[in-house]
C-alpha cells in the first residue's frame, strides 16, 4: 500500500490491532517492454503485463498456484486464503513470504508465497489441490461450495447516493492504470463513499478481489460503508466474494450473469452495472441507493 493509501486509511479512523501476519514486501515489476510491428511494418515498443505464476505453500504443503501481475502477492494469497474460506482469521496466519527469485530460471517457473500459520491455531491443511488458477476469468472455487454459506451473510444496512456514484466512476476514470498503459488487466477498487481507498490491478478480476479482501483484513477494515468497484463483469463468485467482505454496494463497468444477480437479489448486495460517465444501470437491491435523477443531466 503506498503512502497516499495509507493516509486515506488514517483520516478513516482505521486502528490497527496485534496479531497481524508479517508480510514481506515482494513487489515484480507490472509490465514488460516488447518490440511490436504495427499495420504499417514500423517496429516500436510496446508494454504487456507482466503475468507470471505464484505456487502456494499452506504450512510447507502444496495448495494452489495462481497466475498475477505481482503488484500485491502477499494480500493475494491472504485474500485468497480468506474467500476460499480456508481460514477464518487473520491473526491464524503468523507470516506470509513470497519469493520471486525462484522463477527467474526458466519460463513458466513459478514464484512461490509460504504461508505459516500460528501452531496453536490448529488450522487444517487441506491436500494439494493439484491445479493451476489461471488467469481467465472463469476461476471457480478450488474448495468448497461458496454457496453453500451465502445464507449466512448479513450485510450492513448502508447505501449509496448518486451523486457519490457519479464521483466513485470519475475518480475510476483519472487513476492512473497498469491498463492504460498496456491493456489486458483487470482493475478493482475498493471505495468509502466516492472517496478511493486502495486500487488493484491484475491479469484476473478474482486476483484483484481476493488482494483488497486480504488488505482489508490486514487493515482492519469493515465493509460497512464501503463500495466494491470492479472493471470486470460480476459472475456469482465476484458477487459472493464481495459479500463475503462484508460490502453491501458493488459497482462494475460491464455487465452481470444471471446467476450473479440471482446471488446478488438473495442476500439484498445492490448491483450496478454499464457504470460508465453518468450512465449506469441498478440490477438489484435499488433500495441502497439514494436516487438523484436530477444529477444524472447536470454538465459533467
Given at each position: 500500500m503506498d503512502r497516499?493509501?495509507?493516509?486515506?486509511?488514517?483520516?478513516?479512523?482505521?486502528?490497527?490491532?496485534?496479531?497481524?501476519?508479517?508480510l514481506t514486501q515482494s513487489r515484480a515489476p507490472l509490465t514488460k517492454s516488447v518490440t511490436v510491428i504495427n499495420e504499417r511494418g514500423e517496429r516500436s515498443a510496446a508494454q504487456i503485463p507482466a503475468e507470471r505464476a505464484l505456487t502456494i505453500y499452506l504450512d510447507k504443503k502444496e495448495l494452489v498456484t495462481l497466475m498475477t501481475l505481482g503488484a500485491e502477492p502477499e494480500c493475494l494469497v491472504l485474500g485468497f486464503l480468506r474467500n476460499q474460506r480456508l481460514i477464518d482469521a487473520v491473526d491464524q496466519v503468523e507470516s506470509i513470504t513470497v519469493d520471486w527469485s525462484i522463477g527467474e530460471g526458466e519460463v513458466g517457473e513459478p514464484g512461490v508465497a509460504a504461508v505459516k500459520t500460528r501452531p496453536e491455531m490448529d488450522v487444517v491443511v487441506p491436500g494439494s489441490a493439484?491445479?493451476?488458477?489461471?488467469?481467465?476469468?472463469?476461476?471457480?472455487?478450488?474448495?468448497?461450495?461458496?454457496?453453500?454459506?451465502?445464507?449466512?451473510?448479513?450485510?450492513?444496512?448502508?447505501?449509496?447516493?448518486?451523486?457519490?456514484?457519479?464521483?466513485l466512476v470519475n475518480a475510476i476514470r483519472l487513476q492512473e492504470?497498469?491498463?492504460k498503459s498496456s491493456g489486458s488487466v483487470h482493475g478493482c477498487a475498493l471505495f468509502q463513499g466516492d472517496q478511493m481507498l486502495v486500487f488493484v490491478e491484475d491479469v484476473g478480476r478474482h486476483n484483484a478481489v481476493d488482494t483488497i479482501a486480504g488488505w482489508m483484513w490486514m487493515n482492519d477494515i469493515s465493509g460497512h460503508d464501503k463500495v466494491f468497484y470492479t472493471t470486470g463483469r460480476?459472475?456469482?463468485e465476484m458477487v459472493i466474494k464481495s459479500a463475503q467482505?462484508?460490502?453491501?454496494v458493488v459497482v462494475s463497468r460491464s455487465g452481470i450473469t444471471q446467476m450473479g444477480l440471482d446471488v446478488a437479489k438473495r442476500i439484498g448486495l445492490c448491483t450496478i452495472?454499464?457504470?460508465?460517465?453518468?450512465?449506469?444501470?441498478?440490477?438489484?437491491?435499488?433500495e441502497r441507493l439514494v436516487w438523484q435523477p436530477e444529477t444524472a443531466s447536470a454538465p459533467r
Open positions: 497516499h493509501s495509507e493516509e486515506r486509511v488514517s483520516r478513516a479512523g482505521v486502528s490497527l490491532t496485534a496479531q497481524k501476519p508479517h493439484e491445479r493451476v488458477v489461471t488467469t481467465g476469468c472463469g476461476q471457480g472455487s478450488v474448495f468448497g461450495d461458496l454457496m453453500a454459506h451465502i445464507d449466512e451473510i448479513n450485510l450492513p444496512p448502508d447505501r449509496i447516493t448518486q451523486t457519490q456514484l457519479y464521483g492504470t497498469t491498463y460480476l459472475t456469482s467482505m462484508g460490502v453491501p452495472g454499464r457504470a460508465t460517465h453518468k450512465r449506469f444501470l441498478c440490477f438489484s437491491a435499488p
